[in-house]
């Protein structure tokens, strides 16, 4: 098992910038990929940024791409979420997310979430 505990979100204004940590407990952090996934009102679920065991290999959404950016310090188990240039479109629960395999689309444990919320 592995419990994640994201933190980090709270209200800005468009344009600001938020750092979102996701910490994990209970096993080997450096066995798991790592996901940031968000959830609007009304919306679907989805896939922010992605990255690898050893933080070298990263996917980013496109409607991120160039504004947000994930880390990762193993040393710390924990996962970052940099967001830039916030826009009111942004505003979701953020929730981050563990997976063993890089390649599947199926992620094993996830945290319980953080809200952000960005006005105009």
């Known amino acids: 098992q592995v419990q994640l505990v994201e933190s980090g979100g709270g209200l800005v204004q468009a344009g600001d910038s938020l750092r979102l940590s996701c910490t994990a407990s209970?096993?080997?952090?450096?066995?798991?990929?790592m996901g940031w996934f968000r959830r609007a009102p009304g919306k679907e679920r989805e896939l922010v940024a992605g990255?690898?065991?050893?933080?070298?290999?990263?996917y980013y959404a496109d409607f991120v791409k160039g504004r947000f950016t994930m880390s990762r310090d193993n040393a710390k188990n924990t996962v970052y979420l940099q967001m830039n240039s916030l826009k009111p479109e942004d505003t979701a629960v953020y929730y981050c997310?563990?997976?063993?395999?890089?390649?599947?689309?199926?992620?094993?444990?996830w945290g319980q979430g953080t809200q952000v919320t960005v006005s105009s």
């Open positions: 997310a563990a997976k063993v395999s890089y390649y599947s689309n199926v992620y094993d444990y």
């Open positions: 209970g096993r080997t952090f450096s066995d798991y990929n």
């Open positions: 990255i690898d065991r050893s933080g070298v290999s990263k």
